[in-house]
C-alpha cells in the first residue's frame, strides 16, 4: 500500500500538489477539494521543503499567476478575434457540425461567464452614491 491510500493529509497534498501542478490558484484548489486557503499555502509549503526546495514567496507567486493570468486573457481576446473573423456559421457544411461546434461555444460561454461571476462575487463593484 502507498502512502497515498493510508494517510488522508499525504492524499490531499498529492491532490493539492498536482491541481498546483495545472496553474489552478490556492483559492481554485481550496474550492475543488473543500479545504482553507490556509491549509492550500501549508500543504505548498510543506511539498515544497519536502522536495528540498525554498517555497515561492507569496508575492512572487501572486505576481507570476497574475502575470500568466493576464498572458492567457490576451491568448482568449487573440483566439476569439481569430474564431470571429472566419465567420463560421457560413462556412459549415452539415447541421451535425454546425450544432457540435454551437454546443461547444455555448459550453465556453458558460464556462467564461462562470469566472465572471466569480469576479463579481470576489471583488463587487461599488454602485455610486445616490
Not at 93 to 120: C, G, K, M, W, Y
Amino acid at each position: 500500500m502507498s502512502a497515498t491510500t493510508t494517510d488522508p493529509r499525504a492524499a490531499r497534498r498529492e491532490r493539492v500538489r498536482h491541481l498546483d501542478a495545472t496553474g489552478a490558484s490556492t483559492r481554485a484548489i481550496a474550492r475543488e477539494l473543500n479545504i482553507s486557503k490556509d491549509t492550500v499555502r501549508r500543504d505548498l509549503e510543506h511539498l515544497a521543503q519536502t522536495a528540498d526546495q525554498q517555497p515561492e514567496p507569496l508575492g512572487d507567486r501572486v505576481a507570476r499567476r497574475n502575470e500568466e493570468a493576464g498572458a492567457a486573457l490576451r491568448h482568449l481576446a487573440a483566439t476569439v478575434l481569430l474564431v470571429q473573423n472566419e465567420k463560421l456559421p457560413y462556412l459549415i457544411q452539415t447541421p451535425e457540425v454546425a450544432h457540435s461546434i454551437e454546443d461547444e461555444l455555448r459550453q465556453h460561454a458558460a464556462t467564461l461567464t462562470a469566472i465572471a461571476n466569480d469576479f463579481s462575487l470576489y471583488y463587487p463593484r461599488q454602485r455610486p452614491a445616490p
